[in-house]
């Protein structure tokens, strides 16, 4: 899972710099608060990365996520971009637990002592 969720973080990184340039170009924004507001939220990507299989990590993913969606107030092409990345935000939770799950029974059998007949 935190590859994956790492992945869609650090894409989510990227798309929040475009896209404070966009709203640095908005009359009615001043680019200091555009630039704290896209940097707070930059940093809190890298470091989700790290925090994503600890407790709270994918619910702070999620509010990342919902932030993203609400920066469409500003930017209006971020309602679509928010909610590409929360559908990859899902995606990247729902089947990396799905990869975890399946690595943890390989290794569950590899670590079991075989019962065929060629074991000697």
């Given at each position: 899972?935190?590859?994956?969720?790492?992945?869609?973080?650090?894409?989510?990184?990227?798309?929040?710099?475009?896209?404070?340039?966009?709203?640095?170009?908005?009359?009615?924004?001043?680019?200091?608060?555009?630039?704290l507001?896209?940097?707070?939220?930059?940093?809190?990507?890298?470091?989700?990365?790290?925090?994503?299989?600890?407790?709270?990590?994918?619910?702070?993913?999620?509010?990342?996520?919902?932030?993203?969606?609400?920066?469409?107030?500003?930017?209006?092409?971020?309602?679509f971009?928010?909610?590409?990345?929360?559908?990859?935000?899902?995606?990247?939770?729902?089947?990396?637990?799905?990869?975890?799950?399946?690595?943890?029974?390989?290794a569950?059998?590899?670590?079991?002592?075989?019962?065929?007949?060629?074991?000697?």
């Amino acid at each position: 899972m935190r590859t994956l969720c790492s992945s869609t973080l650090i894409g989510e990184f990227f798309v929040i710099g475009f896209a404070a340039l966009v709203a640095m170009k908005d009359p009615g924004l001043a680019v200091s608060t555009v630039w704290l507001v896209s940097g707070i939220a930059m940093v809190l990507c890298v470091l989700l990365c790290g925090m994503v299989t600890r407790p709270g990590g994918v619910a702070l993913g999620w509010a990342l996520q919902l932030a993203l969606v609400a920066s469409g107030v500003f930017v209006p092409t971020m309602y679509f971009m928010g909610a590409v990345f929360a559908a990859l935000w899902w995606a990247s939770v729902h089947f990396g637990r799905k990869v975890d799950e399946a690595k943890a029974r390989f290794a569950a059998q590899a670590e079991a002592p075989s019962t065929t007949p060629d074991a000697v």
